[in-house]
């Protein structure tokens, strides 16, 4: 029997040969999910014999992954907010900028609700990690997650069912009209201007490309949700999105309406203008907006 430290090796230069990014990394996460270990466990006893049934394992995941496959896709999971989703062909893998996404929605909507009950939308879902990060935060929330894409819907209910506490819903559709009230929109949309997708790494190419591409612009889904975000929030509920960098000035324009008390972008954790807010009026003015 082959031992960790050989795999490892013979791993990584696979990887290697095939121009994948971390192969070293990357070596170490499949092995420890070919064991059914964390990570690191297997660097604590190199020597040790793998199973011959973890070795082949091993080595499948290893050739997945060379073969051009995210890693994720390979590992069939990935890890948001400390919670283990299920992903893989046909769902965008979740991002860190799309963690800080969720915690700042939920930080704004504890601040504005003192921890009370709140309805909460997840627009382009995905996979659900927006809505389940956000009903683990938020134990007094109940989360609808919409997604247009039925390979993605699939992943976002197996995700509820295993991390939403009961308290996430998932539908298929493209839009929220009919939806709400809702004290909080989070969305994180295809924002890739069409023209660069070509030039994205060949590992984001293998994701659904629904997922990636916003049109010309790349500001094609977020001007539909500025423009029905008002109907479907609650008297001073407020908008969050994930953009580009460089998109924040153009989508804080498509909240400057009548509708719009107040709007600001807030940066992430590389000092880009990640996230863009609109806050809703509040009733009484509002529904003069919307009706006029």
Not at 59 to 66: E, G, N
Not at 193 to 219: C, F, Q, T, W, Y
């Amino acid at each position: 029997m082959a031992s960790r430290a050989e795999l490892l090796s013979r791993g990584r230069e696979l990887l290697e040969r095939a121009g994948s990014q971390e192969p070293e990394a990357c070596a170490q996460w499949l092995l420890a999910e070919a064991l059914g270990t964390g990570r690191l466990e297997p660097l604590a006893e190199p020597a040790a014999a793998v199973p011959p049934a973890a070795e082949r394992k091993f080595m499948r995941l290893a050739r997945k992954k060379a073969s051009g496959m995210p890693l994720s896709y390979a590992l069939g999971w990935h890890d948001f907010m400390g919670l283990r989703l299920k992903v893989g062909p046909g769902v965008l893998v979740p991002r860190p900028e799309t963690e800080e996404l969720t915690e700042l929605c939920a930080r704004l909507l504890g601040e504005r609700l003192g921890g009370g009950p709140a309805e909460v939308l997840d627009f382009c879902a995905g996979s659900g990690c927006v809505a389940v990060g956000l009903a683990a935060r938020l134990p007094a929330a109940r989360v609808t997650a919409v997604e247009k894409s039925a390979r993605a819907v699939r992943y976002a209910e197996a995700n509820a069912a295993a991390h939403g506490g009961g308290r996430v819903r998932v539908l298929r559709g493209d839009n929220f009209r009919g939806l709400g009230p809702f004290g909080a929109i989070a969305a994180n949309p295809p924002y890739i201007p069409a023209g660069a997708i070509p030039g994205l790494d060949p590992e984001v190419l293998r994701e659904p490309r629904v997922a990636l591409d916003g049109g010309g612009d790349g500001l094609k889904v977020v001007r539909m949700i500025a423009a029905d975000a008002p109907a479907a929030l609650g008297p001073g509920g407020f908008l969050l999105m994930e953009v580009c960098d460089g998109q924040a000035p153009a989508a804080l324009d498509l909240l400057s309406g009548p509708a719009w008390a107040e709007r600001a972008a807030y940066r992430d954790f590389s000092g880009k203008e990640r996230f863009v807010y609109g806050r809703v009026v509040e009733h009484s003015s509002r529904s003069r907006h919307l009706r006029g």
